[in-house]
């Protein structure tokens, strides 16, 4: 093997270990500088860049097809709060419906949730849950308390046979907004503060 071979080999290794190390951005915010998403045209001399595929499966959260939970972050800004749902190996569809009450999936049993509106979301075609190897993929708290002005808890209320349900509690009925976001695959729910009277 020549060493200018040697070389671009050794040079693709250190470059793929670079990008696998690389941790995620906050939703809204930028990609850092040395993502897949903020990285530069430019490559060494002799080198060929990784596939947008090969960097893909290097970051799956599961190595069978479908779509990962891999965690859940709060927010709370200026007229909002905002929870997003990430995932791996794609997005899911989601559903969100304003309920009396949250029901656990399969069990039926309620879901408790702190304020005076509750609002179930359900990603189809979602787990958090990867059979094989068996592990989960989003391993966070089931119950997130941020006690923002609006968004006041999110409960985990399912995951069974591709449907994976969340409940979150509110502090007032009031307007929300859902959105997706790739690179990471996001789902970012926004919910207006309540008007003082």
């Known amino acids: 093997m020549s060493r200018l071979m040697r070389s671009a080999g050794l040079m693709v290794v250190a470059g793929l270990a ?6 995620t951005a906050p939703a809204g915010s930028p990609a850092p500088a040395g993502t897949p998403a903020a990285a530069s045209g430019t490559q ?5 860049a990784p596939t947008a595929a090969q960097l893909d499966s290097a970051q799956r959260a599961c190595a069978r097809p479908g779509s990962y939970l891999t965690a859940v972050r709060t927010g ?6 905002r929870v997003v749902f990430q995932f791996s190996g794609g997005l899911p569809s989601v559903r969100t419906e ?13 879901v408790p949730l702190a304020g005076k509106s509750r609002l179930h979301v359900v990603f189809r075609g979602a787990s958090a849950f990867c059979p094989q190897p068996a592990h989960q993929t989003w391993t966070g708290p089931r119950v997130l308390a941020p006690r923002y002005s609006q968004l006041l808890m999110i409960k985990a209320a399912g995951d069974f046979e591709g449907y994976l349900s969340f409940g979150i509690g509110l502090a007032a009925r009031g307007g929300y907004h859902v959105s997706s976001l790739t690179g990471p695959d996001r789902v970012v729910i926004d919910f207006s503060h309540p008007r003082s009277s």
């Open 44 to 48: 060494a001399a002799g080198t060929s």
């Open 98 to 110: 304003r309920v009396s009450t949250v029901y656990d999936d399969p069990k039926g049993t309620p």
């Open 18 to 23: 670079v990008l696998a190390g690389c941790g």
């Open 76 to 81: 709370k800004h200026g007229s909002y709060d």
